[in-house]
């Protein structure tokens, strides 16, 4: 089934002990369509500005991403520039100019709006709700990501939006903010109580971790030697968890471990490399080898 | 096959957000023996006081644990006072009394010389290599913990330990300290070389990781709503995981596996409550069952 995401498509500079870009392609919803193309058909809601590059919508078109929701706006794409520490566990971001991406009103193409499976990426809550607002009847599955800035910053609106999501997909720091628990377990029931009946927390070096009325499922980080950049890690871990249930058209239980699995291999490919350079060479047989790998890696019977 | 431990048996003092106990029998060896006694029969080496409570000393002899290496000295027993930060993650030492510890030398008993699986708590490695030489012939299996001021104090001595040893088990911080690399795999290897076959690197909150030869295992922390003490956690899991070998007689890869599993599990019961508390109650069909709680909370089919 195709699968909406709205969310940013930009360029970043990056910079870590591996390495420097000065210009790349880049931002969450990229990310997101990237990895989830590799699954199902991707409808890509997003803004650009006059300078984006024929050579990265190529990027796009030739995967299985639908760019019609794709819009063109005068002016610049949003840019980020990051650098991170000797061992890649801080960041420092050194610039955020928003650009296009300031006054942008999402808008779906006729043909997006019967999507089955929704991912509002981070951007402003009422956006995301917006978005919601244009598709057509009730979605199979809805996610989201938020950060932040959106908790402290606009806190209603992010209330208000979480009440239509069922899956909610942030990292540990943003849960515990949140919810205002330390305990992940007692931020999960504070987070239902909003609206999602499923909680996946991001964890960066240790993995991720998923709670719902079924309890609770943890999957490891992959294991890497040499990871030489983490941006895009955990939007490519939500393209490769919404991906596979899109692709899949399921949300059961045994699904959802899967699209756990899945989501890691794709975060744990995108840190293999700078920016996007590892998921463009990527390969379905190297995905479905990764999958594997992660069951002996977390597998034991007793 | 029994199994021998040497290190602490003390007083503890303990405080956190959940209660305060001023004076409660604890020390690694003891969490160790405690959880190890559930799967196979323990021989216990260790130094205590003549405050040593007799109560306590029933805690021991009244399980399938062997005292008769638990040396009395005039003097009192080693004794350490803590206090835990409001999530339990922060950790402030108030006192440490080594007392009749200063002056052990460990000595096995005749009948504890045949042990065929051996582990070395936190103690000076010198005193650990001490242990090995009055076992008879080689161990089916060694393992050790260190601490960062062995690692800072006698770089040497425990460069020279490790020599003898199959199985380290540190936390990550520990393993980063001796390896002087942040990357955990690389880590491995460079620890490796100094001798351990195996590395096993304890990440409280966020499971526990083993290396080795076949690859990287992993196993999140049981997820708990409301720890209340982390006090002996990772002395559990070492008595869990070297109790359960010694239990089945084996190392091989099924068994280290499954090992992982039932270190956790004890780890997750000692976090429960305060100091000994909850080992003290457990039961075997309770840690069968967490432990196949264990397999829903990491299992997926592909």
Redesign the interface.
């Known amino acids: 089934m195709a699968l909406l995401v709205v969310g940013s498509v930009a360029y970043d500079a990056l910079e870590s002990p591996y390495g420097k870009v000065g210009r790349t392609l880049g931002g969450a919803a990229t990310y997101f369509a990237v990895s989830a193309a590799f699954f199902t058909h991707v409808h890509l809601v997003a803004v650009v500005g006059d300078d984006f590059q024929a050579n990265d919508e190529a990027i796009l078109r030739k995967r299985s991403i639908d760019i019609d929701g794709l819009e063109r706006t005068p002016g610049k794409c949003f840019f980020w520039a990051g650098r991170y520490s ?2 890649l ?1 801080e960041r420092v971001t050194l610039a955020t100019e928003l650009n296009v991406f300031a006054d942008f009103k999402p808008r779906l193409p006729q043909k997006y709006t019967n999507s089955r499976f929704v991912f509002l990426a981070n951007i402003a809550p009422d956006l995301q709700r917006d978005v919601l607002r244009q598709v057509k009847g009730t979605p199979k599955l809805v996610a989201m990501d938020t950060m932040n800035y959106w908790i402290e910053r606009t806190n209603d609106e992010l209330r208000e939006t979480l009440k239509h999501v069922d899956i909610l997909m942030i990292n540990d720091s943003e849960t515990r903010q949140l919810s205002n628990e ?5 931020a999960a029931r504070h987070i239902f109580k909003m609206g999602p009946s499923t909680l996946v927390v991001k ?1 960066g070096e ?2 991720a ?1 998923m ?1 719902d009325k079924n ?6 980080a992959f ?5 030489h950049d983490p941006t895009g890690a955990g939007d490519s871990f939500a393209g490769g968890f919404m991906g596979y249930l899109a692709g899949v058209g399921s949300k059961s239980d ?1 699904a959802l ?2 699209a ?2 899945y989501g890691s291999v794709l975060g744990s490919f995108t840190v293999e490399r700078f920016g996007l350079d590892r998921l463009l060479t990527l390969k379905k047989s190297e995905i ?1 080898a990764r ?2 790998h992660f ?8």
Chains 1, 2 share one sequence.
Not at 182 to 186: A, D, G, S
Not at 215 to 220: R, S
Not at 223 to 227: G, K, M, Q, S, V
Not at 295 to 302: G, I, N, P, V
């Open positions: 000797e061992n566990n330390h305990n992940l377990l007692r964890r240790y993995g971790m709670v309890g609770v499922f943890c999957v490891p294991p890497l030697e040499e990871p045994a471990r899967r756990m699995v479905h999958a594997r069951a002996k890696l977390t597998q034991f019977t007793l």
